[in-house]
């Protein structure tokens, strides 16, 4: 049965050490996000949601509240699972692909715990999922922006990760790319049964991708439509 918990923020507050002292930059946020689901923040530049997800992911300190994995406490004020630990997988935009690496090599980066066949085998699987089963052996460079992108959501997704953290994925990319490419990704995230947490500036990448929006705002609470409420808002 679906867990309608899976992902849980309760009342979570993240801000930055200033010489002036604490910058609170999220106040109080609260999400329950069931397992297979995808969420996505919009909200304007600087209002947190980068920051967010970088919590989510083990690196930054929370001040208040918690963040639970399938049960499983990551991060509090007192505690904090190391990231590596967290099977939590990131596709950033800025997160490049290894230039000096294979494409197949690059998307077996992090199976290091596998034995050969099965990671050849793991490899093989993730590049018919994002439709490029004859790229194994090409080289980042001579692949398009789009098929990059494919690339990284592939290494992001090998090691099974129980939650994906997609920050402005497509950002590169022109507008006709980007939107085909956010409907083959949700439409790869769902055949994985793939819970996932993504970020971005654009609506419409986020009505195609997202069972949930939530629209976060700088200092007061985020609204989330769709399927809501998912959360409890602060
Ligand atoms: N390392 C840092 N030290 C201090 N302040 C920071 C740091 N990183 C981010 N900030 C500040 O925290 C606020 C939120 O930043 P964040 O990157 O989370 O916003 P965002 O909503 O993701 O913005 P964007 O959509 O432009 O990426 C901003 O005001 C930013 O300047």
């Keep these: 049965m679906t867990n309608p918990a899976f992902l849980e923020l309760e009342h979570v ?40 997800l970088r919590a989510i992911a083990g690196f930054e300190p929370l001040r208040a509240g918690l963040i639970r994995l399938n049960g499983q406490a990551l991060s509090s004020p007192q505690y904090s699972l190391p990231p590596e630990r967290r099977q939590v997988g990131m596709m950033f935009q800025d997160y490049a692909l290894f230039p000096h690496l294979s494409v197949a090599n690059n998307i077996a980066f992090g199976l290091s715990h596998l034995v ?26 001579e692949l398009s922006g789009g ?40 439409d790869i995230l769902r055949q994985a049964g793939q819970t996932a ?18 629209f976060m705002q700088p200092g007061q609470a985020t609204v989330w439509q769709r399927n809501q409420p998912i959360l409890d808002i602060g």
């Design 116 to 141: 050969k066949p099965a990671r050849q085998a793991r490899v093989a699987h993730m590049l018919e999922l994002v439709g490029l089963p004859d790229s194994a052996n090409a080289w980042p460079h």
């Design 13 to 52: 507050s993240l801000g930055y050490e200033t010489p002036q002292g604490l910058r609170m930059v999220v106040n109080d946020f609260s999400l329950q996000l069931p397992q297979g689901h995808i969420a996505c923040l919009l909200g304007a530049s600087g209002c947190g949601k980068s920051t967010l």
């Design 147 to 186: 098929q990059q992108q494919r690339v990284a959501l592939a290494r992001a997704l090998a090691p099974s990760p129980a939650l994906l953290l997609l920050d402005e994925p497509f950002s590169n990319l022109d507008t006709d790319l980007r939107e085909h490419l956010a409907q083959e990704v949700k």
């Design 197 to 214: 947490m993504l970020v971005t500036h654009n609506q419409r990448e986020a009505h195609i991708m997202a069972q949930h929006i939530g």
